[in-house]
């Protein structure tokens, strides 16, 4: 009885996913136990606190530099919001949303 052909691609796929599987397993795990090392309290804490607001200014201000109007209306916007509301998903979502309207329909 001879194997089906497709089941030599079947069984380099399962070659594939499988180590692939185990590795994000490891870095997952990885990242859960050292989070329980980090410090509760002191500097590093408030540091690692202020770690995700600052990845996102990051992100917002080269999109800002290289963009044009569309990125400077929509970035005042996101101020705007963020200034009356102090609400950062909904300033998330005004961003994004003027975004996409200002570059769809203008």
Same mark, same amino acid.
């Given at each position: 009885?001879?194997?089906?052909?497709?089941?030599?691609?079947?069984?380099?796929?399962?070659?594939?996913? #499988?180590?692939? %599987?185990?590795?994000?397993?490891?870095?997952?795990?990885?990242? &859960?136990? *050292?989070?329980?090392?980090?410090?509760?309290?002191?500097?590093?804490?408030?540091?690692?606190? &202020?770690?995700?607001?600052?990845?996102?200014?990051?992100?917002?201000?080269?999109?800002?530099?290289?963009?044009?109007?569309?990125?400077?209306?929509?970035?005042? %916007? %996101? &101020?705007?919001?963020?200034?009356?509301?102090?609400?950062?998903?909904?300033? *998330? &979502?005004?961003?994004?949303?003027?975004?996409? #309207?200002?570059?769809?329909?203008?």
């Amino acid at each position: 009885m001879q194997p089906s052909p497709g089941s030599d691609i079947m069984n380099e796929i399962w070659l594939v996913i #499988l180590p692939l %599987a185990g590795v994000t397993f490891v870095i997952r795990m990885t990242g &859960a136990l *050292m989070g329980q090392r980090l410090p509760q309290g002191g500097a590093w804490a408030r540091a690692l606190k &202020a770690l995700p607001g600052s990845l996102i200014v990051a992100l917002v201000s080269v999109s800002l530099l290289a963009g044009g109007p569309h990125e400077w209306a929509a970035g005042a %916007a %996101a &101020a705007l919001v963020a200034l009356i509301t102090r609400n950062l998903p909904l300033t *998330m &979502a005004v961003g994004i949303g003027s975004i996409w #309207l200002l570059r769809s329909f203008f």
